[in-house]
Structure formats: structure tokens, C-alpha cells
């Protein structure tokens, strides 16, 4: 639509199915917050970042969600680009080589990460955490491939392997902050996780496009490959505590 019609109208159709679908949600949620839910307290900001800062591998799991949000977020914002200028792609090819092949990865790695995880986990704590790390060290070095190859077939199998990498963490991101945190502190925690991942995220994506010029967007993958990596390495580091090998509901 973008190459047929110009980006406008399409912010403008998207924009007005957010408003439909955001009305539908309200009322959902509505009529689920009516029915009695026991005792609920009203939270204490200040101090439920307290206890969350006082658990031992939240800042770590917050460090790592936000550095592989370099990468997501780098991928968002600048592959279609990257794509049209160095595979001389239009619009339409670049679109779709962007999001296609690592969203049908991802799909597929969110379910073998979640299958694989809630049986590791059962046998070994660390199991999610392990499971979201492998995840990390998938995507990281074929983000890289992504940033140098010019052969067309290659770039289309770096994007699966990296999109399936990253479905492998998106399951178990959640899950692992369940395991360390109490239940209620878990939204707020994510809250957080999302927070800080929009931020860095958001801060990078500028700072390549205003640096686009000098080192070039195959290096901004790369340097988010290596930052990645980091991450699957840090998130080793997290030790649920106890015997928390539940669900990942």
C-alpha cells in the first residue's frame, strides 16, 4: 500500500483500526474487572520498585531486555531501508523481506521456546533462563549476517534463524521474570522491562539514522549482533530462586 498509495493513508487505516480494536479491548477488560477478584490492595509505587530493585537478577534481566531491544528495534525501523538500498528492492519486496520471514520465525520459536522451556525447567530451574539465553546466542550472529551478505538466499535464512532465536527469548522473557519475582510485582516488572527496552531501543534507532552517513547501517547490525550476544551471556547470571519450575502462565 505504502508503494502504491503513500505511507499517509496507511497510518490513517491502521490508525483507525487501533481506535476500533482499543474500544472492543475497553469494554473486555470492563466487564472482566467487575467480577470480584478477592482482596486487592492499592499498590505502593515507590515501594514495589523497591522490592523489585532488591531482587537479586531484576536489574540483569533489565539490562538484557533492554540491550535486545537494540536489535528489535534497529530491525523495525531500519531493514526495510537497509533492504531497498542494498538489495536495490521496491518498496513492497523491502516491506515484506523485512517483516515476513522473522515474524514467521518468531511464531514458530515462541511455541518450541515455551515447549522446550516448560520441560527443561522441570528438570533443571535454570531451564528457562537457559532456553532464553540460547535464544540470544541463535539470533546474534546471524543479525550479523544480516548486516554483511549481499547474497539474497543467505539474507533470507539469517532472517529465519534470527527471527526463530528471538521467538526463543520473547517466550521465556516473561516466564523468567515469574520465576524471580512475586506475583504481585510481575506487571509492574514488565512495565519496566518495557520501559527501559523502549527507551534504549528507541535512543539507538535516532542514533543510526543520525550516524546512517558515517558507519553505515551493516555496522549498526553488527554492533547490535555483538551487543545481543553480551545479553545471552549476562542472562546466565539470573538464578530463580527456590523450586519455581510452574507454568508459564
Known amino acids: 500500500m505504502g508503494d502504491q498509495y503513500g505511507w499517509r493513508p496507511v497510518f490513517t487505516i491502521l490508525g483507525v483500526i487501533g481506535v476500533v480494536y482499543s474500544l472492543i479491548l475497553w469494554f473486555a477488560i470492563h466487564r472482566q474487572a467487575e467480577r470480584p477478584v478477592g482482596d486487592v490492595r492499592r499498590p505502593d509505587l515507590l515501594g514495589t520498585f523497591s522490592q523489585l530493585l532488591s531482587i537479586k537478577g531484576f536489574l540483569i534481566l ?3 531486555f533492554a540491550g535486545f531491544s537494540t536489535a ?3 530491525i523495525y525501523a531500519w531493514l526495510p531501508t537497509y533492504l531497498f538500498e542494498r538489495f536495490q528492492m521496491n518498496l513492497t519486496e523491502a516491506g515484506f523481506t523485512a517483516t515476513f520471514y522473522i515474524q514467521a520465525a518468531s511464531y514458530t520459536g515462541i511455541f518450541v521456546g515455551g515447549l522446550l522451556a516448560d520441560r527443561w525447567v522441570a528438570k533443571n530451574n535454570k531451564g528457562r533462563v537457559y532456553t532464553l539465553a540460547i535464544g540470544l546466542a541463535i539470533g546474534a550472529p546471524f543479525l550479523v549476517t544480516v548486516g554483511v551478505t549481499s547474497i539474497y538466499p543467505l539474507l533470507i535464512i539469517a532472517l529465519l534463524v534470527y527471527g526463530l532465536g528471538r521467538g526463543l527469548f520473547d517466550a521465556n522473557a516473561m516466564p523468567v521474570l515469574s520465576q524471580i519475582a512475586p506475583p504481585h510485582l510481575r506487571a509492574t516488572g514488565y512495565g519496566i522491562f518495557n520501559l527501559a527496552g523502549c527507551i534504549v531501543g528507541g535512543v539507538t534507532t535516532a542514533f543510526a539514522g543520525v550516524f546512517k552517513q558515517a558507519i553505515g547501517l551493516s555496522s549498526a547490525f553488527v554492533l ?10 549476562a ?3 539470573v538464578k530463580p530462586a527456590g523450586n519455581t519450575a510452574g507454568s508459564s502462565k
Open 72 to 74: 528489535n528495534w534497529l
Open 235 to 237: 542472562a546466565l547470571a
Open 224 to 233: 547490535a549482533a555483538v551487543l545481543a550476544l553480551l545479553c545471552g551471556l
Open 62 to 64: 533489565t539490562a538484557v
